[in-house]
């Protein structure tokens, strides 16, 4: 299994639900991360996870709330959202090795609407 | 923190020309430099990436040169096809040390190809 699995494709939520994004790999890799990507821009790094703790977090509000319950998956639980926050979110994950950078595989993403 | 500069931001050629696209990077710590393809809607795809050891690398149509004295890098697309078009971006890694970082992205170039 060489994907990075997330779930769900698509979520349209108000300002005042609760929401969870959910990504997954099966391909051993240590290291898990959450990008935010607004239409015809970059990918902008949220969050990384290696060894399932967290190791940078870029500034993201609080309203955002990252959890790595084991290897193989990542969460992002999402309260009071903005409609700024909608964007494309992606997961990414890569092996971890400390000899030197690894190839990021991405997932196909999250298209977040917040009305 | 890792700043990338990318151009130009849209690239139009014609179908069998070369494309080039060039990016340049501040930290000097850096030392991975991938480039992604994207299609609309769809996730990034790594297509060629390139160590700082390393001054040059080739697939098939596709090589990427970097420069670390100058802090450049660029992608060579060569006798270039319809489905070459998307959004290309490159990227580096954002902090010295382990793997784990994260990557700092270009802000794009959209490449067309014209029949």
């Known amino acids: 299994d060489t994907e990075v699995t997330q779930t769900p494709k698509h979520l349209v939520m108000g300002m005042t639900n609760k929401k969870s994004l959910k990504c997954e790999q099966h391909?051993?890799?240590?290291?898990m991360y959450w990008y935010k990507q607004k239409a015809k821009k970059p990918p902008e790094l949220m969050f990384v996870?290696?060894?399932?703790?967290?190791?940078i977090n870029e500034s993201v509000p609080s309203r955002f709330s990252p959890e790595c319950p084991n290897s193989s998956l990542l969460n992002l639980h999402l309260h009071a959202l903005q409609p700024e926050d909608s964007a494309l979110y992606l997961c990414a994950s890569s092996r971890n090795s400390l000899g030197g950078k690894e190839k990021l595989f991405f997932g196909s993403g999250t298209q977040l609407s917040v009305l | 923190g890792e700043n990338v500069e990318q151009h130009p931001s849209t690239l139009s050629v014609q179908e069998g020309d070369s494309a080039v696209i060039k990016c340049t990077y501040s930290?000097?710590?850096?030392?991975?430099f991938p480039w992604y393809k994207q299609e609309l809607g769809k996730r990034p795809q790594l297509i060629i990436d390139?160590?700082?050891?390393?001054g040059e690398k080739k697939d098939q149509r596709i090589a990427v040169t970097l420069n670390k004295t100058a802090k450049h890098f660029s992608l060579h697309i060569t006798e270039t096809q319809p489905e070459d078009s998307a959004v290309y971006f490159c990227a580096a890694s954002g902090y010295s040390g382990g793997g784990a970082d994260g990557l700092t992205f270009g802000k794009g170039t959209h490449l067309i190809i014209q029949p």
């Open positions: 390139i160590r700082s050891n390393v």
């Open positions: 996870y290696s060894y399932e703790k967290l190791s």
């Open positions: 391909m051993g890799h240590r290291a």
């Open positions: 930290d000097s710590a850096s030392n991975y």
